[in-house]
């Protein structure tokens, strides 16, 4: 009978349950700073006046560019990804070039003439340059994380490559030599303080492109989001995404940034990343600025995922591995 009279009010009044355990939070969109080293080199043309080549030139400032580029990047990648030049060396100096030659003032002015005299193999000595600036120093001492090369017409700098253990393609061969050896990988980017915004965008851009093709490598193909994410209407008809550096959802060959042509597109849709809705728009170049180099560069790069969590066991945030490149397996 008692049993039965505790079985009673046990169906009136349930014991309490214990509370679930709070699912685990969202891994949140990682914020990644990189400390910059910029080496600004601006040959001094008259050893009386001391004018430098960009004065003579009447070329960009460097500082202003740079100032532009990190405006840019904040705005595209929704504050995630954040640049800080710590470090400036300014170098009066025309770099010496892989086979040792060095431009002078009169020499590199009768290129300007004449292309045609430029100096060849163009390329500069980088294992040099690295080292009269102590940069694997500054990189093993954590001091910097990525270098910002401004140069000039036939400098010879690549718009962007990679140094440091296991470093890959990154719109050039890795860096040999010395600079393998460096405690962890870095990223040297080359800028013209002749060019614009627009080409700071554009090396920028295809850097993205390598480490993105380095994040999805060996992906199954229906996992693949970044081929997903570059599809554009000529290649694939009719399921454009946000193309590529050069071809925007439209094009139709290189550069092609300011066609009229209307296409369906799911570029937007990758505001929703991960959860897709399938959404499509029609597009055209007055999307993405009807040919301005700039404004189609931003444009893409603010389509880039920056969400949290991840898909298949890679980051949600794509920005964190264009941004650091340790970051990639």
Known sequence: MLQKIRNFFGSLFPAAQPAPAPSAAPEPAAIVTRRVLMIVFDPVMNSQTGER????????????????FLTDILEASGGLARYQVTQRIDAPEFPVKADGFRYTPQSYLAVLADPRSAHTPDLVDYNALLAQHGVLQKINRNEIDEVWLFGFPFAGCYESVMGGPGAFWCNSNPLQGAPANA????????????????EMLESFCHRVESVMERVFLGSKPQANLW???????????GQAECGTVHFAPNSQQDYDWNNATPVPSRCDDWYNFPNFRGAVKTVTAADWGSGDMRAHHLW?????PKAAGRSNGIANNWWQYVMDVNRVR
């Open 53 to 68: 080549l960009s004065a003579r030139m009447k070329w960009r400032a460097p500082e202003a560019l740079a100032a532009s």
């Open 183 to 198: 405690a962890r990988r870095f990223v040297v980017m080359g800028f013209s303080y002749e060019r614009g915004e627009g």
């Open 227 to 237: 081929q997903k994410f570059t599809r554009y209407d000529k290649q694939f008809p």
């Open 300 to 304: 893409w790069l603010k389509h880039l």
